[in-house]
C-alpha cells in the first residue's frame, strides 16, 4: 500500500491552529450563497427549515487565491471521506393521465 501524499494546501492543523479553530461557535448552515466581486468570494451561510425563509448565519469574504485553496481542501476531505454509493435510477410511475408504455 503507498502513502497518499497530500494534494497542494493540504496538511495537517498545527496545534495552536487547532485552538484557533475551535475558539468559536460553529453555526449550523444548510444554504449558502456565493458573490463575486472586485477579486472577492463572499460566501454567506444561512439555514432554512421547511416553509421559512433562510436565517442568516455568518458570511466570509475570500480573495480568489485563498478560495481557490478552500475549493482544493474541500475536494480533497470529501473524495477521501464521503463514501460513493452507486444508486439506480428509479422507473417512473405513469400517472392515470400518462398513458403505460408499451
Request: no cysteine.
Amino acid at each position: 500500500m503507498t502513502e497518499e501524499k497530500p494534494k497542494e494546501g493540504v496538511r495537517t492543523i498545527a496545534p495552536d491552529e487547532m485552538v484557533v479553530a475551535f475558539s468559536g461557535p460553529a453555526l449550523r448552515a444548510n444554504r449558502f450563497f456565493i458573490t463575486i466581486n472586485e477579486g472577492v468570494a463572499r460566501v454567506a451561510f444561512a439555514e432554512q427549515g421547511p416553509g421559512v425563509p433562510p436565517a442568516f448565519r455568518s458570511a466570509v469574504a475570500l480573495d480568489f487565491t485563498t478560495a481557490e485553496s478552500l475549493v482544493n481542501v474541500l475536494r480533497t476531505l470529501l473524495d477521501r471521506n464521503v463514501i460513493k454509493i452507486e444508486v439506480p435510477l428509479a422507473t417512473p410511475t405513469p400517472t392515470p393521465d400518462q398513458p403505460k408504455d408499451s
